[in-house]
């Protein structure tokens, strides 16, 4: 035959659609070392590329064997969480034979997919090539499997190779099964209440093992007056937030604020977790001492009456200072800052208290004045009264 010249077409002969040779990557397998034939993937023709001689190819034989091998390529999809013994597919190869020849048998070809056998993941059924899952799948463990299928002759004899062989890509499907989880109980932060207003803190953020919508989308603040959020995404494509002061803090009114952070997906119904946040405000030095005893109806005078006969360490008057600020800052030192007679009266620097240091004698002044000096104890910017 010449160059050129068609010797059948493939396409018409095995029933199958021209369009499609070109996607089931029909091809020819030469089993000799010179190609006299070839295929036209376009029209399903097979043709003749150089002279054949039959003289020079088959000096001894006079039959040739020409074996055609056709591979499908299959993507499955199946949604996680399937219920073991689930119809994947039916796949389906034909055999032109006639009769009892033209039965195939379909069967998985055995390999191992994470440790775990074919034969305990899938299943199918060598008569009718349907296909089924053996167990549920878990997305999150297992994303995809690629296994092959093949369907061969069950004639008598049976061809040696594989009418058809089936490529099977089965994609395992998301769906929103996992909540969003925080990696941590609770959040603690500790915040001067001199800090200024915008000030930004990092939180941790929650994690979703789900993908795409079923995902960590989006974060919630608990009502607060100090505090709300910004939600940043980052470089991944994961959501965070930040929590942001929008007012000025005072630890004497609030010292403590327990916030509650939501993180939510976008799945279908939407899953959500919450975490505290447990914030302490750190005290500044920001109040001074104030004296609450003795009364001072007038001014900042008092007048205390005592007899001339009164003994040595009897008590005289007691001060009484408060500081609103923490326990820190709020210890307080009592102190004479001017005094009449130094030999008359003490005053306990711890408790404010005001005693006599000996006895009186008519030589002594009938009126003593002395002023008292109240001030923090601790602190980088001591306060006083």
Known sequence: ?????????????????????????????????????????????????????????????????????????????????????????????????????????????????????????????????????????????????????????????????????????????DINDN??????????????????????????????????????KTYHLSESEQFTIEVQTGRDGSKFADLILKQTLDREKQAVHNLILTARDSGSPPLSSNVTIHIIIVDQNDNAPVIVSPWRAHGSVVEEKIPRSTDKGSLVAKVIALDTDSVHNSRITYQFLQVTDATLFSLDQYNGEIRTMRMFSYRDPLTCRFHCYIFEAIGCNNLHA
Do not use: W
């Open 179 to 216: 909540a969003p989880q925080f990696r941590r109980d609770a959040i603690h932060l500790d915040i001067s209440e001199s800090t200024p207003t915008g000030e930004r803190f990092s939180l941790s953020n929650a994690v979703d093992p789900d993908v795409g919508s079923n995902s960590v």
């Open 1 to 173: 035959m010449k160059e050129g010249s068609v010797v059948a077409n493939l396409a018409t002969d095995l029933g199958l659609d021209v369009k499609t040779l070109n996607q089931r990557k029909m091809r020819l397998d030469i089993i000799a070392n010179k190609k006299y034939l070839d295929l036209n993937k376009e029209t399903g023709e097979l043709y003749v590329v150089e002279k054949i001689d039959r003289e020079h190819i088959c000096p001894t034989k006079s039959l040739a064997s020409c074996y055609l091998k056709l591979e499908s390529f299959y993507t499955i999809r199946v949604m996680e969480n399937n219920a073991p013994g689930a119809l994947l597919s039916s796949l389906t190869a034909f055999d032109p034979d006639l009769h009892e020849n033209q039965y195939l048998v379909y069967f998985i070809i055995e390999k191992e997919i994470a440790n775990t056998s074919m034969s305990m993941l899938f299943s199918i059924n060598p008569e009718n090539g349907n296909l089924y899952a053996l167990k549920t799948f878990d997305y999150e463990i297992e994303k995809e499997f690629l296994f092959h299928i093949e369907a061969r002759d069950s004639g008598s004899p049976p061809l040696k190779n594989p009418l058809r062989i089936f490529n099977i890509e089965l994609e395992i499907l």
